[in-house]
């Protein structure tokens, strides 16, 4: 008979898996965290719930190890999303456009979209808007928490810009004074508008 494995201690796990999570995310483009650690943790043999990292461990996982691997070329990568981040957010400056997700937190990857979200009076505007501009979309809808006890689903345009895809989230407009929870944190989402964007490209 096989000599039996030590046990793995549960952070210990959560970190091994973390960080090939997080490799996952950044060889093959995967966006959603959930997938990622399971496979991860499959990929790994550490299946035991204890051994799943949050949501939070998995984005420090792929900021470390896009540091690592990548340092100059997502720096790269990164300033050109933001700038076309600010286009974007030009494009639907009627409806106070706030940057938010990977793009802002500085852990997007080559495939990441933009994501934004816009408030108006109703989604139909921010699709007449589009239309008027001759910008082809897709509709979407996206379930996000307002609350920690409740979830509304939004409505959302995902459209072709420049070299990268958008997502519009739209909000009403006093949604813009509270922010969704986000799923990584459990907070509630940071959120960026044109300035702050701008400020960010100059930093770096």
């Known amino acids: 008979m096989g000599r039996k494995k030590k046990p793995v201690p549960n952070d210990r796990a959560r970190h091994v898996v973390a960080q090939e999570a997080a490799r996952i995310i950044v060889e093959q483009g995967i ?20 051994s799943l990292p949050r949501n939070s461990e998995i984005e420090n996982a792929v900021a470390e190890h896009l540091q ?12 050109g999303l933001r700038k076309a981040a600010v286009s974007a957010m030009d494009l639907l400056a009627n409806f106070a456009p706030r ?6 937190r500085g852990t997007a990857i080559e495939n ?4 934004l979200h816009v408030f108006a009076d109703s989604s139909e505007l921010v699709a007449l808007a589009l239309d008027e501009q001759q910008v082809s ?6 379930r996000l928490k307002s609350r920690r006890d409740q979830s509304d ?3 959302g345009y995902r459209f072709s810009h420049g070299n990268t895809f958008v997502e519009a989230t739209v909000f009403p407009y006093d949604g813009v004074r509270q922010a969704p929870i986000s799923p990584i ?11 702050e964007v701008l400020t960010l490209l100059d930093e770096s």
């Open 112 to 115: 990441s979209p933009i994501n």
């Open 185 to 195: 944190d459990g907070k509630p989402m940071k959120r960026a508008d044109k300035r």
């Open 99 to 104: 940057l938010v997700g990977p793009v802002l």
């Open 153 to 155: 689903t939004f409505a």
């Open 31 to 50: 966006q959603d965290y959930r997938v990622a650690k399971t496979k991860a943790a499959e990929r790994l043999n550490l299946t035991d719930r204890g």
């Open 68 to 79: 690592l691997f990548g340092r100059e070329s997502h720096t790269d990568l990164l300033r």
């Open 137 to 142: 979309y897709r509709l979407f809808e996206r």
